[in-house]
């Protein structure tokens, strides 16, 4: 089955830095890769996805990539604020909207 | 739009008695919806996937007649935890998928915190 996994684990970065999440996938037949941010206590709020037509999708501060040779999505937000201190999760799912996977979590840490 | 509500939004009760967790979409109908289990500082565990009208699909590893769900409308799951225990304890989070975009987004509800005694 398909296997999910992020890097890296934690990430502190200054208030107006870049952060950059990476998830690689095992299934080649992933076609959905979202990215969702779970503050603590709470649900996962989703911010930005992708799909395997596109190459890379942006968002104000937020962009994901897509390499589906290489089987790797990345998160990049820019100009980082204390509020985007977050765990942030990647997931993949397959063919005819299938369970979503998910990658083992980025804890965010934006100091100001 | 694409608002998911739960309720409780957390519970303590006894060891052995069992817990009722309601999922609802509020804004948009579901046929499919997902239970999710969170222990501390890890990621999301599917348990299940809840169909509308009919029986939900388990994950492996996960007990169908302790985890009983019941997806009786296109707006309303629910995850029964039969005879908790402690390590039961745990934030569960369900997920549903807006039948009417045919898309494979899953907006999550704001979880459910079970603590048992």
């Known amino acids: 089955g398909e296997n999910v996994e992020q890097h890296p684990s934690t990430l502190s970065v200054q208030e107006g830095d870049s952060a950059v999440i990476k998830c690689t996938y095992s299934?080649?037949?992933?076609?959905?890769f979202p990215w969702y941010k779970q503050e603590l206590g709470k649900g996962p709020q989703l911010i930005i996805d992708i799909r395997s037509n596109v190459g890379e999708k942006k968002d104000q501060r937020i962009a994901v990539t897509l390499n589906k040779t290489a089987k790797h999505f990345s998160l990049h937000i820019t100009e980082t604020q204390p509020e985007d201190s977050a765990v942030y999760f990647c997931?993949?799912?397959?063919?005819?909207?299938?369970?979503?996977?998910f990658g083992q979590g980025t804890e965010l840490s934006v100091k100001p | 739009g694409a608002v998911v509500s739960q309720h409780p939004s957390r519970v303590i009760c006894k060891s052995g008695t069992s817990v009722k967790i309601e999922c609802r979409s509020l804004?948009?109908?579901?046929?499919?919806m997902f239970w999710y289990r969170q222990f501390p500082k890890q990621s999301l565990m599917l348990m299940a996937t809840?169909?509308?009208?009919?029986?939900?699909?388990?994950e492996q590893g996960v007990e169908k007649d302790k985890f009983l769900i019941n997806h009786a409308s296109l707006t309303l799951s629910t995850l029964t935890v039969t005879s908790a225990h402690p390590e039961d304890s745990s934030f569960y989070i369900c997920?549903?998928?807006?039948?009417?975009?045919?898309?494979?987004?899953?907006?999550f509800g704001p979880g459910t915190r079970l603590l048992v005694l």
């Open positions: 997931a993949a799912s397959g063919p005819q909207g299938g369970k979503l996977i």
């Open positions: 809840s169909n509308e009208g009919s029986k939900a699909t388990y």
């Open positions: 804004d948009f109908q579901a046929t499919t």
């Open positions: 299934d080649s037949a992933s076609n959905y």
């Open positions: 997920s549903a998928r807006d039948t009417g975009t045919h898309q494979e987004t899953q907006y």
